[in-house]
């Protein structure tokens, strides 16, 4: 297990918590709720298609909320097949992001490493051969190594028990908070406001139509609102009685300072085979981020506070990563960290327009999806919200999906890998 090192929360939740002052409109054509990197890339796609009066409301600050804790993680690999082409989209953006918001500063802090996909003869290894597949299918680049090739692209891991290693050579890392940010100063300059510090109590409703939105510095009259409030979704139970499937869950997240450095040259790494499902990256280009892609910790509310990060569940980590990273078991801990994700019951997210709220559209339940996701789920929210055809159906991401039966559930179990 990893010996005590500097045991402190990391600097990766870098958001800032403050407000900006402004005079709230009295009316508006749009509301935005949230201003996380996915509201912002709604915000920013919604001037980009012509909308002319958009406000986007969020009672921290741009970035500061669950995308401050974001692990940045980008890949396309799902075996969700919908989920592929969401994050062959997203990545489109990523690897252009000053191009497409015609901003010569705006960076998303990429690193091109790579992800590399470790499975267990079984299920596992024919579910990610299939995922492998549906890849390709798209024209996205993967390879099948075997174990001498895996060790040359990440040399610290072991790989003799694989029996099934995926490799995505166009995938890697980013920072969120400088994706919401950029996204954010693209949108303003289209002419978008922000309210930051801002409350939305709820909605404004005629009948079933929606009006405009109660906040905590006074109403907002709009013809649409779309909500993105990632873990505060559930508030539209409260405000239009609609039956949310959505929990708060708290994951934590350590940083390794191992024997042999974890390079931002060597690939983001997924481990099927490990009982949490463990994912690393690099971390500082020289520590290893890993945590569990399983079930995290059930919130009875949303709360953003950083939680406990107890020795029992570092060791838990510490064993599985040593089993895999020969020499690890002697790594020190030096950072540590809590995000927590708005987790659906499927660990899908729910896209598009609600039955019986018009006006209303929504986007939650990233399930630890969200950052990945962000470009191209603010267009096809967007598009949505302005009544165009979307790049890509929402209909499997439906509101009423859970009542119906119709999940997205991914084959390698319940997790952030779907």
Known sequence: MPRAGAFAHSDLPRGRRYAVRMDMPG???????GAGVVGCSVAWNLAALGARSVLVIDREGIGNGTSAQSSGILRTHYSVPQNVELAQRSWQVFERFAEVLDDTEATAG????????????GEKAAALETALAAQAARGITVQRLDGQQAREQLPIARFDDAALIGFEPQAGFADAYLTATGFARAARRRGVRFAEGVSVTGLQLDGARVRGVHTDRGPVACGTVISVQNIWAGELRRWAGLEVRLVAERHRVIALAGPAPYSASMPVFKDLASPGMLYARSYGGTQMLVSEGIAGEVLAEPDLAQGDVGMDLVAAIGEQVAERFPGWDEAALASSWTGVYDVTPDWNPVLGRVPGVEGLVVGFGFSGHGFKLSPAVGRVLAQCALGLPTDV????????????????SGRYGAGAVS
Request: hydrophobic letters at 55%; proline letters at 6%; charged letters at 15%.
């Open 27 to 33: 009316h508006v054509d749009i509301v935005v709720i």
């Open 110 to 121: 990429l690193v091109r490493c790579g992800y590399l996909i470790v499975a267990p003869a």
């Open 393 to 408: 159906s929402l209909q499997p991401y439906a509101f009423e999906r859970f009542a119906s039966g119709r999940l997205l």
